[in-house]
């Protein structure tokens, strides 16, 4: 699975409506509304790199009130979840 983070700014008075329009893409699994210097950002998971064009290109870009995207492809994903996972050795949780 390839993963891109899509930071996305669009017309303000149009946030929530641009949001449920790319939750609905193909490609796009989430849209966070956010604070600070963008207002959208989508996470894309596909399984061919080549996908991840035409999800930003031909999906988000084309949605009507995104004025900009700035697209950053994840290596390697990192959570405490996957941490725990891996150390696990099939204990039960005790308090």
Known sequence: MITAIVLIDCATDSIPEVAEKLAA?????????TAGHVDLIAIIRVRQFEQIAEVIAGGISKVPGVINTESHIAFRAYSQHDLEEAFAIGLPETD
């Open 25 to 33: 893409l193909p490609g796009v699994s989430e849209v966070y509304s």
